[in-house]
């Protein structure tokens, strides 16, 4: 039966090789694979734990950093209590948006 299975899956994909339409999503894979400063900071920090909050919580500091580029405490703890972390792991997301802060005011890309 998996045999069956991954026969009918690479079928396709030899088929897309063929006809060219697979270098886009070879182009496509290494665009997904670049990562954006929070993610590259989320991985720094060792803060994905289950998984639960992490796209809310990196979407919620991404939307606070396009409102302002210098967050205090007090605005990043604010954002932090809009997601429900199960792990606690809440110092290490501080720490991760605190990374993507001084990145940007070292004159690293956009957050988003």
């Known amino acids: 039966m998996l045999q069956r299975w991954l026969r009918l899956i690479q079928q396709p994909l030899q088929?897309?090789?063929r006809n060219g339409i697979c270098s886009g999503f070879e182009r496509c894979k290494q665009t997904i694979?670049?990562?954006?400063?929070?993610?590259?900071?989320?991985?720094?920090?060792?803060?994905p734990q289950c998984g639960y909050c992490q796209?809310?919580?990196?979407?919620s500091a991404v939307a606070l950093l396009k409102a302002k580029r210098r967050p205090t405490g007090e605005d990043i703890d604010a954002v932090l209590d809009a997601n429900l972390c199960r792990c606690g792991t809440y110092p290490r997301i501080r720490r991760a948006i605190g990374r993507v802060v001084a990145a940007l005011q070292e004159g690293a890309e956009d957050p988003r």
């Open 33 to 47: 694979l670049q990562l954006f400063p929070p993610q590259a900071a989320w991985i720094a920090e060792n803060v």
């Open 15 to 17: 088929r897309s090789r």
């Open 55 to 59: 796209p809310g919580q990196i979407l």
